[in-house]
């Protein structure tokens, strides 16, 4: 095995599209009890812990390489300087130390790049929530910052259940090493080996799956049985150039309730959860007088983990769904998003799981970069939005759950934002709980906890349709 891995062209692709108002990063606020803490908390024992899991999770201590002979995409190597302290901060909250301040804070830290020359991976601890001394058994946040090159949704879930145990005491697992390390040539003469191959299995693989697809998707279109259109999304406020800034919101549902409704109406969790994005944009929409008559249009990632070969820390395909926003009643417009749903899910399924993937193994980096430019600098971020926002529900453990020791209250996740998508509304099932992660840009969305409040609403309206 070679002392280093090559990222695909999918992970790479979130290096190339990577500019200074898109970092493309995701993140997550960890709320944490520290009273479960065994000897109680302390930041170096924190540290401490962290250190030894970490010796565990050879991904943490990988970092890029690359060689300017090399025509394919980097590779992770090992760093020989790793240190946890070089990627974990410690911050207290200004008083009173609640949410709006916390946010303010993770709008702050979500907007700065990670650094390439280390591990893409950062952590901040923050103290002083609520005023309280997390020493003396107050409350404490961790938020995690890791680089889209590294992580989906399924390994950045699989790799903070390695930080993670379901007993406070938990011993850290055996150390794992890392691959190690490759010279410049090595990197550059395999990569020229795998470049050599790119005209073959694009020939024999990649373009007859295209074909096969546009022609399927064609006859589903005229069948009335394609999912929602691309570049078909009504213009909002949040579908612009987004600038370096961040600003979060986050809220917390009761996955009771959700699982009323999900029973009630016969649907999805899934469905549910957008059906609650939609009524709150509408509302908000609504409210500023906003609302465009045509229905927004969400993309929703779709694990393609165990249905793709493909190498790579990336496996994630989309599809495009209908909010059916121009829907005011709640269980009406419920009942049209499950519709919309399956046959958005089942065109996404008919579509070959890695072709998203292959796609992006051809694109050069320069290609990459010049179309987001082009796209970005042009006024189609606007006209034309691809979609209006991204929607994710990750699916979380139900059981209790300590991070480093201390049990895990809610965890939000908040994923990247992109030219044109200027919003991303990221959903976590964790301990009985739905914790909702909306992040935006500022200068385009100035006002998100109106949005956040406005899920509790939307839930309850829904549940009162229940009894109805």
């Not at 490759?182 to 693989?205: D, K, S, Y």
């Not at 430019?373 to 006209?383: C, H, K």
Request: aromatic content about 6%.
């Amino acid at each position: 095995m070679p002392g280093y891995q090559r990222l695909s062209g999918l992970d790479a692709s979130f290096l190339y599209l990577e500019n200074t108002s898109q970092p493309l990063h995701v993140c997550s606020i960890l709320e944490l009890d520290t009273t479960s803490i065994p000897g109680g908390y302390t930041f170096d024992g924190l540290l401490a812990t962290l250190a030894e899991r970490v010796r565990a999770m050879p991904e943490f201590r990988m970092k890029l390489s690359d060689s300017f002979l090399n025509i394919d995409h980097p590779v992770w190597v090992e760093d020989p300087e790793f240190a946890v302290d070089h990627h974990v901060h410690r911050i207290g909250l200004p008083a009173p130390g609640g949410r709006e301040e916390l946010a303010e804070m993770v709008g702050h830290f979500a907007s700065l790049p990670l650094d390439r020359s280390r591990p893409l991976w950062e952590m901040l601890v923050v103290e002083n929530i609520d005023g309280t001394d997390a020493r003396a058994g107050g409350p404490l946040a961790v938020v995690t910052k890791v680089h889209h090159a590294a992580v989906d949704g399924v390994t950045g879930a699989n790799l903070m259940s390695q930080l993670c145990s379901t007993e406070p005491d938990a011993p850290a697992p055996e150390p794992v090493e890392a691959p190690g390390g490759a010279g410049a040539l090595v990197i550059a003469a395999r990569g020229f080996a795998r470049f050599a191959t790119r005209p073959v299995n694009l020939a024999t693989r990649v373009l007859p799956d295209t074909v096969g697809t546009v022609v399927d998707t064609v006859r589903r279109a005229v069948n009335g049985a394609a999912m929602a259109s691309p570049f078909n999304a009504p213009k909002t406020a949040f579908n612009a150039t987004v600038t370096p800034r961040r600003n979060v919101a986050f809220a917390r549902l009761d996955l009771d309730d959700v699982k009323t409704v999900k029973n009630h109406f016969d649907v999805k969790v899934n469905d549910v959860v957008m059906v609650l994005v939609a009524g709150v944009l509408r509302q908000y929409l609504l409210n500023r007088g906003e609302l465009p008559e045509q229905q927004l249009v969400a993309m929703v990632p779709v694990s393609v983990h165990g249905r793709s070969d493909r190498p790579g820390r990336n496996k994630v395909s989309g599809m495009f769904t209908g909010l059916h926003s121009d829907i005011a009643d709640p269980a009406e417009r419920l009942r049209a998003i499950a519709a919309a749903s399956a046959v958005a899910k089942e065109h996404s399924s008919a579509i070959p799981a890695s072709l998203l993937q292959d796609w992006s193994q051809f694109a050069a980096p320069a290609v990459f970069g010049v179309a987001m430019r082009v796209y970005a600098s042009s006024r189609l971020t606007e006209a034309r939005p691809v979609h209006n926002l991204v929607v994710s529900n990750v699916p979380g453990p139900q059981e209790s759950l300590y991070f480093l020791g201390a049990e895990v209250s809610a965890m939000y996740p908040l994923g990247p934002l992109f030219h044109g998508s200027g919003l991303n509304i990221t959903v976590m099932s964790l301990s009985g709980q739905l914790d909702v992660g909306i992040i935006s840009c500022p200068d385009l969305l100035p006002d998100l906890w109106d949005m956040a409040d406005g899920f509790a609403t939307e839930l309850a309206a829904l549940v009162a349709a229940t009894r109805d």
